[in-house]
């Protein structure tokens, strides 16, 4: 099933509890007063972030969320209970806009909890109203509706880094070696049909499913994933070494880059060739030499998923590029 990346929401907090008309009842005092307490607050609604890039789906088929209400008050002046929070879960990354308001929520960090809609205040009971002149009120006030608006939520990926390249560049297996993901990996194009997040120190490398040439029209996986490239902060350009023509395949990618928005090509770029086990040494410096003005003044580096010290190369590298 295809990630899903934007979703439209109904939400609602919660109402207000009523406020009572009661009366205290004492031994002795049968009439001693007003008593009737306020109504209890409507559920806030919260928005939290979570690491599940996926965790949108759950959305895919339920549109509407109510909070809880509260609940009205009781005798001898006892507010009602609150109405209980409702917390809807997003994915880091995720924009909420409140199609009401116009106000946006960025959710940037796992345990994010930002309050989106406010519950309605309860209604007053007839205690509320007593006073010297007004010794037996019998007014009281019903509850306030809770906000509530129609939201859209958009999945943005703001990944330091997003890994780029034509299919079976070896972007899988490379954020697998440098990070906790778990991106498929086989040998065939298109494997990877969704981004991928990995966690790598304090950043996040996105894994960007192959482009082709003429993605930025639409092809192949088309736009659907050049938006995801937009949203890092730094683009690694990756380029297999068992590859005829590696600066066509360089040249092709950057070509779609610039034709989806030609600011891309104004993010910080790093080049890793993969799969140096592929060749041989005088093959490798051949194609070095090929990508010479292409590479010139540019952090690179160039990697096989079996030589661990080409990888921790990388890994220290690119922790010194991020931290710069």
């Given at each position: 099933m295809a990630l899903l990346d934007e979703v439209k929401l109904n939400i609602r907090a919660g109402r207000g509890g009523d406020g009572v008309v009661r009366w205290r009842q004492e031994k002795g005092k049968p009439?001693?007063?007003?008593?009737?307490?306020?109504?209890?607050?409507?559920?806030?609604?919260f928005a939290l972030a979570v690491p599940d890039i996926g965790y949108l789906d759950f959305y895919r088929t339920k549109k509407v969320f109510q909070a809880p209400h509260g609940e009205p008050g009781a005798n001898w002046g006892r507010k009602g209970p609150d109405g209980e929070e409702l917390v809807l879960q997003f994915p880091v990354g995720t924009v909420l806009t409140n199609k009401e308001t116009g106000e946006t929520f960025l959710m940037e960090k796992p345990g994010q909890k930002t309050l989106i809609l406010k519950g309605g205040r309860g209604g007053l009971g007839n205690e509320y109203f007593k006073s010297s002149r007004n010794t037996t009120p019998k007014e009281c006030t019903p509850g306030k509706s809770g906000e509530h608006a129609d939201f859209d939520v958009q999945l943005r990926l703001f990944a330091d880094v997003g890994l780029v390249g034509l299919p079976s560049a070896g972007k899988s297996t490379l954020i697998n070696a440098l990070t906790n993901a778990r991106s498929?990996?086989?040998?065939?194009?298109?494997?990877?049909?969704?981004?991928?997040?990995?966690?790598?120190?304090?950043?996040?490398?996105?894994?960007?499913?192959?482009?082709?040439?003429?993605?930025?029209?639409?092809?192949?996986?088309?736009?659907?994933?050049?938006?995801?490239?937009?949203?890092?902060?730094?683009?690694?350009h990756v380029l297999a070494l068992d590859s005829e023509d590696l600066v066509s395949d360089y040249t092709t990618v950057k070509a779609e880059l610039e034709n989806y928005d030609p600011t891309l090509l104004e993010k910080k770029e790093i080049i890793i060739f993969t799969k140096s086990d592929s060749i041989d040494e005088k093959a490798l410096k051949a194609k070095l030499k090929s990508m010479a003005k292409h590479i010139k003044g540019k952090m690179s580096f160039v990697v096989s998923a079996f030589d661990d010290a080409s990888i921790k190369e990388l890994s220290d590298g690119l922790v010194k590029f991020l931290r710069s």
């Open positions: 009439l001693s007063g007003p008593g009737g307490g306020n109504g209890g607050t409507g559920g806030d609604v498929k990996v086989a040998e065939y194009h298109f494997t990877t049909l969704d981004p991928h997040l990995g966690a790598f120190y304090e950043f996040i490398i996105a894994d960007i499913p192959g482009l082709i040439e003429g993605a930025s029209e639409g092809k192949g996986l088309g736009t659907k994933f050049l938006k995801h490239i937009s949203r890092t902060k730094a683009v690694a």
